[in-house]
């Protein structure tokens, strides 16, 4: 029988258009459900729309459709997007489906009926944004804490959940259960919040002002607050699933954004316990992406990151490989088009475009582009180096370390550029054939592997690659597809246009400022700190490749290298610890000033400097536009 795996996205609010934070967290899904399908599990992802509350009900008025209306055309447009991103969901579920407001009752009737929701009035003070209410105590300079928003007085008599009833039982889970909420230092912040006071929810909108929601099946003159409605689909959506699909609950993991952690791992877990189901085996809370000067991006500061802005100049591949490799699940991280251009051109364009481009022309030019099938030494260090690979990548994605996992199979990659630059086929296909072929088939092998490994982020570019070097393809990828074989011996590849082109930076996205006058300043002399020719000469800056990186002990800033610059290995201290960790350094080449004289930083020898650049807060090694081997000087 096979594992079942259930993940869900939040529900998005359809009072706005997708942005770049419901991207990620809706492709970080679709990635790890690819994942787990690869792994040949039973695999249900849900997602879909959050369709009722005060807010909606405002935006549809102001746009002069009726609240139903307004849901329909933005319910569409996220389908849209999720289709121009390749999102490959199971079910999408909408709060306003028959399917899900008959759970909604059934739910709220049996905690109704075992006296856990009461009558009372109530006054405080009214977020429209947030749709909750808030105390005096709560108020941020007479503004809601969550927010920053305006807030009114409202008195009123509402229906409330005794959300208190259950403080001590869900303090003591989480206290069972570290890893019930991920990353752990945001359980943290939720026993934090339990082992202050906590109110009864109130559950209800009174109709006088508030129609748009589903009724309260006791009483039809009040709507279900919307939080209390829409968390329940995770639970309706196993109750009447689409045809052919039968997911069960619980569910492995709620992805959701850190801003709402308190409805999903407070909230949630009560309302669920009080009706006797079952909790979410992990509610996992990513960061935020934060645009220029670390301001998270939000519509209200008009910096906000359309996902089909990027989509349609560079493509949706690139654009999900780009989002999965940035951001360290948990973590917040810095977006700009610059850096996603980087990353693009030195991974993909660089990295593997290159190689696959390599590696073809080499095979059209001395075998007809046919692959040879030669005898391939079983110690060959590219197939051992494979299956670890294939091993680690499936270690990290059952951890969530996305990120890494992604950098694992680029250092594969560029391991295998390693490989194929040291053997130089090119050459040794003029003396000894066999030997280049040997090189080619191993080392294209190699790509079969990663860019199946690679098929979960980007299933479109990886079809066109295995299509490009002619891989078997079989109805749908299997793990097994990982294990080395000589399924491409014989088969013909195609050389043809760039895979991953280098992308630049579109002119429309460049603030193009007339620089102030520079005042003249008198010529310096060499004792002002100008060096001259001869000079400059004498500075040896070289190639070199990282071996090993660890970071110093007792520093945040400092990484131990070991590097190849060519003629010997040497062992390098720098201080970027802050902008790279050690395991994407790993095969890197690099620039280093080789000739200067060796110092200890903070007790341990550095012999040599690297070369990097500084932009605001980013630091970013210089290196080479392509593969070089080790020791080459730079001229």
């Given at each position: 029988?096979?594992?079942?795996?259930?993940?869900?996205?939040?529900?998005?609010?359809?009072?706005?258009?997708?942005?770049?934070?419901?991207?990620?967290?809706?492709?970080?899904?679709?990635?790890?459900?690819?994942?787990?399908?690869?792994?040949?599990?039973?695999?249900?992802?849900?997602?879909?729309?959050?369709?009722?509350?005060?807010?909606?009900?405002?935006?549809?008025?102001?746009?002069?459709?009726?609240?139903?209306?307004?849901?329909?055309?933005?319910?569409?447009?996220?389908?849209?997007?999720?289709?121009?991103?390749?999102?490959?969901?199971?079910?999408?579920?909408?709060?306003?489906?028959?399917?899900?407001?008959?759970?909604?009752?059934?739910?709220?009737?049996?905690?109704?009926?075992?006296?856990?929701?009461?009558?009372?009035?109530?006054?405080?003070?009214?977020?429209?944004?947030?749709?909750r209410f808030f105390t005096e105590k709560d108020l941020i300079d007479g503004k809601d804490p969550i927010?920053?928003?305006?807030?009114?007085?409202?008195?009123?008599?509402?229906?409330?959940?005794?959300?208190?009833?259950?403080?001590?039982?869900?303090?003591?889970?989480?206290?069972?259960?570290?890893?019930?909420?991920?990353?752990?230092?945001?359980?943290?912040?939720?026993?934090?919040?339990?082992?202050?006071?906590?109110?009864?929810?109130?559950?209800?909108?009174?109709?006088?002002?508030?129609?748009?929601?589903?009724?309260?099946?006791?009483?039809?003159?009040?709507?279900?607050?919307?939080?209390?409605?829409?968390?329940?689909?995770?639970?309706?959506?196993?109750?009447?699933?689409?045809?052919?699909?039968?997911?069960?609950?619980?569910?492995?993991?709620?992805?959701?954004?850190?801003?709402?952690?308190?409805?999903?791992?407070?909230?949630?877990?009560?309302?669920?316990?009080?009706?006797?189901?079952?909790?979410?085996?992990?509610?996992?809370?990513?960061?935020?992406?934060?645009?220029?000067?670390?301001?998270?991006?939000?519509?209200?500061?008009?910096?906000?990151?359309?996902?089909?802005?990027?989509?349609?100049?560079?493509?949706?591949?690139?654009?999900?490989?780009?989002?999965?490799?940035?951001?360290?699940?948990?973590?917040?991280?810095?977006?700009?088009?610059?850096?996603?251009?980087?990353?693009?051109?030195?991974?993909?364009?660089?990295?593997?475009?290159?190689?696959?481009?390599?590696?073809?022309?080499?095979?059209?030019?001395?075998?007809?582009?046919?692959?040879?099938?030669?005898?391939?030494?079983?110690?060959?260090?590219?197939?051992?180096?494979?299956?670890?690979?294939?091993?680690?990548?499936?270690?990290?994605?059952?951890?969530?370390?996305?990120?890494?996992?992604?950098?694992?199979?680029?250092?594969f990659v560029r391991a295998i550029n390693r490989y194929v630059t040291v053997a130089e086929p090119w050459k040794t296909a003029k003396?000894?054939?066999?030997?280049?072929?040997?090189?080619?088939?191993?080392?294209?092998?190699?790509?079969?592997?990663?860019?199946?490994?690679?098929?979960?982020?980007?299933?479109?570019?990886?079809?066109?690659?295995?299509?490009?070097?002619?891989?078997?393809?079989?109805?749908?990828?299997?793990?097994?597809?990982?294990?080395?074989?000589?399924?491409?011996?014989?088969?013909?590849?195609?050389?043809?246009?760039?895979?991953?082109?280098?992308?630049?930076?579109?002119?429309?996205?460049?603030?193009?400022?007339?620089?102030?006058?520079?005042?003249?300043?008198?010529?310096?002399?060499?004792?002002?700190?100008?060096?001259?020719?001869?000079?400059?000469?004498?500075?040896?800056?070289?190639?070199?490749?990282?071996?090993?990186?660890?970071?110093?002990?007792?520093?945040?800033?400092?990484?131990?290298?070991?590097?190849?610059?060519?003629?010997?290995?040497?062992?390098?201290?720098?201080?970027?610890?802050?902008?790279?960790?050690?395991?994407?350094?790993?095969?890197?080449?690099?620039?280093?000033?080789?000739?200067?004289?060796?110092?200890?930083?903070?007790?341990?020898?550095?012999?040599?400097?690297?070369?990097?650049?500084?932009?605001?807060?980013?630091?970013?090694?210089?290196?080479?536009?392509?593969?070089?081997?080790?020791?080459?000087?730079?001229?």
């Amino acid at each position: 029988m096979k594992k079942e795996f259930y993940l869900t996205t939040p529900l998005y609010y359809v009072n706005d258009e997708p942005h770049i934070g419901h991207a990620y967290t809706t492709i970080l899904a679709d990635v790890l459900t690819r994942y787990h399908r690869l792994f040949g599990e039973d695999v249900h992802f849900l997602t879909g729309t959050d369709e009722h509350g005060q807010k909606v009900a405002d935006a549809s008025r102001e746009l002069g459709r009726s609240p139903q209306e307004h849901c329909d055309f933005t319910s569409k447009r996220y389908k849209e997007v999720w289709e121009k991103l390749d999102i490959s969901y199971d079910d999408f579920i909408r709060t306003t489906e028959d399917r899900h407001k008959k759970v909604v009752f059934d739910i709220i009737n049996n905690i109704y009926d075992k006296g856990d929701i009461y009558q009372k009035e109530y006054e405080g003070w009214y977020s429209v944004s947030e749709e909750r209410f808030f105390t005096e105590k709560d108020l941020i300079d007479g503004k809601d804490p969550i927010g920053n928003r305006p807030v009114e007085k409202i008195k009123e008599t509402n229906y409330f959940f005794k959300m208190s009833k259950y403080q001590d039982w869900l303090i003591e889970y989480y206290e069972k259960n570290h890893d019930a909420v991920l990353p752990e230092f945001r359980l943290n912040e939720v026993l934090g919040f339990l082992r202050q006071p906590l109110g009864d929810l109130c559950i209800s909108r009174p109709k006088s002002r508030l129609k748009w929601g589903i009724p309260i099946p006791w009483d039809e003159d009040y709507v279900i607050y919307v939080w209390f409605d829409a968390l329940i689909n995770y639970y309706s959506a196993t109750i009447s699933p689409p045809e052919g699909t039968s997911p069960s609950w619980p569910c492995n993991y709620h992805l959701i954004g850190k801003d709402i952690l308190t409805t999903h791992a407070v909230y949630w877990p009560i309302m669920l316990h009080a009706a006797g189901f079952e909790l979410p085996k992990h509610i996992l809370a990513h960061g935020w992406w934060l645009a220029k000067d670390d301001v998270k991006m939000s519509k209200t500061t008009g910096n906000v990151i359309k996902p089909l802005d990027l989509v349609e100049p560079y493509g949706a591949d690139t654009f999900r490989y780009v989002l999965m490799r940035e951001m360290v699940i948990g973590q917040d991280a810095a977006f700009s088009e610059k850096n996603f251009i980087r990353r693009v051109n030195s991974d993909l364009a660089n990295d593997l475009g290159n190689l696959v481009n390599r590696l073809t022309k080499l095979l059209v030019q001395y075998f007809d582009g046919v692959v040879p099938d030669v005898p391939v030494d079983d110690e060959n260090e590219i197939i051992s180096l494979a299956g670890r690979t294939a091993v680690e990548v499936r270690k990290k994605i059952e951890s969530l370390q996305m990120h890494s996992t992604i950098e694992e199979i680029m250092q594969f990659v560029r391991a295998i550029n390693r490989y194929v630059t040291v053997a130089e086929p090119w050459k040794t296909a003029k003396t000894d054939l066999d030997t280049a072929g040997e090189t080619l088939a191993v080392a294209l092998e190699g790509i079969r592997i990663a860019t199946v490994l690679l098929s979960p982020v980007m299933p479109s570019k990886t079809l066109e690659l295995l299509r490009r070097i002619n891989a078997p393809l079989n109805d749908n990828i299997v793990w097994q597809d990982t294990a080395w074989s000589d399924v491409l011996s014989g088969r013909t590849v195609i050389h043809g246009d760039a895979i991953f082109p280098r992308v630049t930076l579109p002119k429309t996205s460049e603030k193009i400022e007339k620089p102030a006058p520079e005042k003249k300043k008198p010529a310096k002399t060499p004792e002002d700190g100008i060096i001259t020719y001869d000079q400059f000469k004498q500075v040896d800056l070289r190639t070199a490749t990282i071996l090993e990186a660890e970071a110093v002990p007792d520093t945040d800033k400092l990484l131990r290298l070991q590097v190849d610059i060519g003629s010997e290995k040497r062992q390098i201290v720098a201080g970027i610890a802050q902008h790279y960790s050690p395991e994407e350094l790993i095969g890197r080449t690099i620039i280093v000033v080789a000739n200067l004289q060796p110092a200890k930083i903070r007790g341990v020898k550095s012999q040599g400097m690297l070369l990097a650049v500084q932009d605001d807060k980013n630091l970013r090694l210089l290196t080479p536009d392509d593969e070089v081997k080790p020791g080459r000087r730079i001229s």
